[in-house]
T-cell receptor, first 111, second 116 residues
Framework: QKEVEQDPGPLSVPEGAIVSLNCTYSNSAFQYFMWYRQYSRKGPELLMYTYSSGNKEDGRFTAQVDKSSKYISLFIRDSQPSDSATYLCAMSDQAGTALIFGKGTTLSVSS | GAVVSQHPSRVICKSGTSVKIECRSLDFQATTMFWYRQFPKQSLMLMATSNEGSKATYEQGVEKDKFLINHASLTLSTLTVTSAHPEDSSFYIC????????????FGPGTRLLVL
């Protein structure tokens, strides 16, 4: 079993839809959780950062962490064509250490 | 957010030559930087952890003599691919940790290496 599981998709939605992306993990020591967005041939861009459990909202994006279920989610409201990208979840157990990434989910938002 | 740059963004070289890739944190100091490689349609694979003033820590299966890492200052880490071969062609990305007890890593734009 891999440490972080993420459905690679692809996921196709119409403009304006609510998108739900998620990852599961096996290491209960993980406490730092991040979501990155990566456009083709570009470096990952940090979208959301959450420490431990809970929800965090930033504009159209909401990140949720459920440590009891070892499950994290990213919700995108009012999705736009510019949201079309690959979304990577990442996590670690200690600050300053390397991140463990999911495989990434490819999202396509059509206008 | 913090800014991390990489240079060059793209490089084409002949088999057997060496290529140096620079990673810089532009507006913060990074005691730790990370080097990843990414193949098409795959996730990032950690190659090594670069610590300022000390030797890098390599992941299992990564040849330290082939991928030389030097973290000369708090804002610069370099990755040198020595005697490059076509199978080294990949997308190389660095990241830097902002520190301060937070686990926020910022990534560079990546370097695409093509070895002919």
């Amino acid at each position: 079993q891999k440490e972080v599981e993420q459905d690679p998709g692809p996921l196709s939605v119409p403009e304006g839809a609510i998108v739900s992306l998620n990852c599961t993990y096996s290491n209960s020591a993980f406490q730092y959780f991040m979501w990155y967005r990566q456009y083709s041939r570009k470096g990952p861009e940090l979208l959301m950062y959450t420490y431990s459990s809970g929800n965090k909202e930033d504009g159209r994006f909401t990140a949720q962490v459920d440590k009891s279920s070892k499950y994290i989610s990213l919700f995108i409201r009012d999705s736009q064509p510019s949201d079309s990208a690959t979304y990577l979840c990442a996590m670690s157990d200690q600050a300053g250490t390397a991140l463990i990434f999911g495989k990434g989910t490819t999202l396509s938002v059509s206008s | 957010g913090a800014v991390v740059s990489q240079h060059p963004s793209r490089v084409i070289c002949k088999s057997g030559t060496s290529v140096k890739i620079e990673c810089r944190s532009l507006d913060f100091q990074a005691t730790t930087m990370f080097w990843y490689r990414q193949f098409p349609k795959q996730s990032l694979m950690l190659m090594a952890t670069s610590n300022e003033g000390s030797k890098a820590t390599y992941e299992q299966g990564v040849e330290k003599d082939k991928f030389l890492i030097n973290h000369a200052s708090l804002t610069l880490s370099t990755l040198t691919v020595t005697s490059a071969h076509p199978e080294d062609s990949s997308f190389y990305i660095c990241s830097a940790n902002t520190g301060g007890g937070e686990e926020t890593q910022y990534f560079g734009p990546g370097t695409r290496l093509l070895v002919l």
